[in-house]
């Protein structure tokens, strides 16, 4: 059984800091997706890092894939109060499948305080 | 464009009633799949389709839960002698098909048990 673990499960904090969340597995997935999810919505896809070692930057987010693609990190900078949801990461499996499973992290719930 | 839909929104029934959870997909999406969000965790796998058949139903946690999708669109997940752990939201999403494609989901059904 493939396993994300996220970190940290809570974060609170004020406009303006800077976060990262983090996502760690012992196993190998061909690529990663972060999803943010608001209350009552489903989640939404935000980026897919599919090499090791790969740095995507989507505006004030910055998403990294591990060398060994088995973990990966979410940077926020200059957080503001619209950054405020649940974040998903979910790994593809590298293999089993012909569609690409997705197992998905616990999810790190965001409060971004004015 | 439409979204994914699902219907009801909300479902609160007693402890060992029947529910059925619809689940309407993109138009011209192939790929279905089914998730269950636990309150505070991430989604967790229940089901995938690829047309009408159930490509992977691996993640259905016992024989009380089956889904259908007879003309390859819009799906139902049946839950027979509901318990009390089965409360939760139940997400669906859709893709195009194929490794790793973007899926789309919809806004979940929340289901409580009594």
């Known amino acids: 059984t493939q396993l994300l673990e996220q970190s940290p499960q809570f974060l609170s904090i004020q406009e303006g800091e800077n976060l990262t969340v983090y996502c760690n597995s012992s196993s190998v997935f061909s690529s990663l997706q972060w999803y943010r999810q608001e209350p009552g919505e489903g989640p939404v896809l935000l980026v897919t890092?599919?090499?090791?070692?790969e740095v995507k930057k989507l505006k004030r987010l910055t998403f990294q894939f591990g060398d060994a693609r088995k973990d990966s990190s979410l940077h926020i900078t200059a957080a503001q109060p619209g950054d405020t949801g649940l974040y998903l990461c979910a790994g593809i499996n590298a293999g089993g499948t012909s569609y690409g499973k997705l197992t998905f992290g616990q999810g790190t719930i965001l409060t971004v305080h004015p | 464009g439409a979204g994914v839909s699902q219907t009801p929104s909300n479902k609160v029934t007693e402890k060992g009633k029947y529910v059925e959870l619809r689940c309407d997909p993109i138009s011209g999406h192939t790929a279905l799949y089914w998730y269950r969000q636990s309150l505070g965790q991430g989604p967790e796998f229940l089901i995938y389709?690829?047309?009408?058949?159930?490509?992977?139903d691996s993640g259905l946690p016992n024989d009380r839960f089956f889904a259908v999708r007879p003309e390859g669109s819009v799906s139902t997940l049946k839950i027979q002698r509901t318990e009390r752990g089965d409360s939760a939201v139940y997400l669906c999403a859709s893709t195009e098909g194929g490794f790793g494609r973007e899926q789309f989901f919809g806004p979940g059904t929340r289901l409580t048990v009594l």
């Open positions: 389709f690829q047309g009408t058949g159930a490509a992977d």
């Open positions: 890092v599919v090499t090791g070692g």
